[in-house]
Antibody, heavy 118, light 104 residues
Framework: QVQLVQSGAEVKTPGASVKVSCKAS????????LSWVRQAPGQGLEWMGWISAYNGNTNYAQKLQGRVTMTTDTSTSTAYMELRSLRSDDTAVYYC???????????WGQGTLVTVSS | EIVLTQSPGTLSLSPGERATLSCRAS???????LAWYQQKPGQAPRLLIYGASSRATGIPDRFSGSGSGTDFTLTISRLEPEDFAVYYCQLGKTFGQGTKVEIK
């Protein structure tokens, strides 16, 4: 069965960086892209960006350009999302999600809480 | 950029009642790419409907989707206790703001 398993919760100080991992199993990793979606406490879902697991092409949300980097390691079927220069409003649960050709998210990771606090 | 507006913000209903959730796009969109998700507290979203009207694997038939152009609807025919949650529509990189279905 398809599974996306994310790394554990993180606590960071403002200005620091965080790198969240998402290990995929149960399907051919390079056959799908992966998106990252975040959710601030009590808020809705915000798309952060997408990466092709096939060739590493990326597409980032404009508001995060310059602060976010998404990568994959095909040898371990793992995707990574790094966010730099963290601010308090980056506090959120971060999800990875498998994206289909119809641009929908059919499988999700369990989420990783990133807390940014001094 | 397309904006998705969901209404109402909160829907207060009793188990067994019918729920009708709306998602309106700021411009006409292809229904092929319109999806609905359910999210319960502390859980990741779950895909319910894709292509505006197709149920995802394992989704009960009390959930149905319809619509085209700018107006889309998610209907839950008879609410079960486990259906009380937040529902989001999605198109590409855009999500609606969500509708919370709560117990009346």
């Amino acid at each position: 069965q398809v599974q996306l398993v994310q790394s554990g919760a993180e606590v960071k100080t403002p200005g620091a960086s965080v790198k969240v991992s998402c290990k995929a199993s149960g399907y051919t990793f390079i056959s799908y892209g992966l998106s990252w979606v975040r959710q601030a406490p009590g808020q809705g879902l915000e798309w952060m960006g997408w990466i092709s697991a096939y060739n590493g092409n990326t597409n980032y949300a404009q508001k995060l350009q310059g602060r976010v980097t998404m990568t994959t390691d095909t040898s371990t079927s793992t995707a990574y999302m790094e966010l730099r220069s963290l601010r308090s409003d980056d506090t959120a649960v971060y999800y990875c999600a498998r994206e289909t050709a119809q641009q929908l998210f059919d499988y999700w990771g369990q989420g990783t809480l990133v807390t940014v606090s001094s | 950029e397309i904006v998705l507006t969901q209404s109402p913000g909160t829907l207060s209903l009793s188990p067994g009642e019918r729920a009708t959730l709306s998602c309106r796009a700021s411009q006409s969109v292809s229904s092929n790419y319109l999806a609905w998700y359910q999210q319960k507290p502390g859980q990741a979203p779950r895909l319910l409907i894709y292509g505006a009207s197709s149920r995802a694997t394992g989704i009960p038939d009390r959930f149905s989707g319809s619509g085209s152009g700018t107006d889309f609807t998610l209907t839950i025919s008879r609410l079960e206790p486990e259906d009380f949650a937040v529902y989001y529509c999605q198109l590409g990189k855009t999500f609606g703001q969500g509708t919370k279905v709560e117990i009346k």
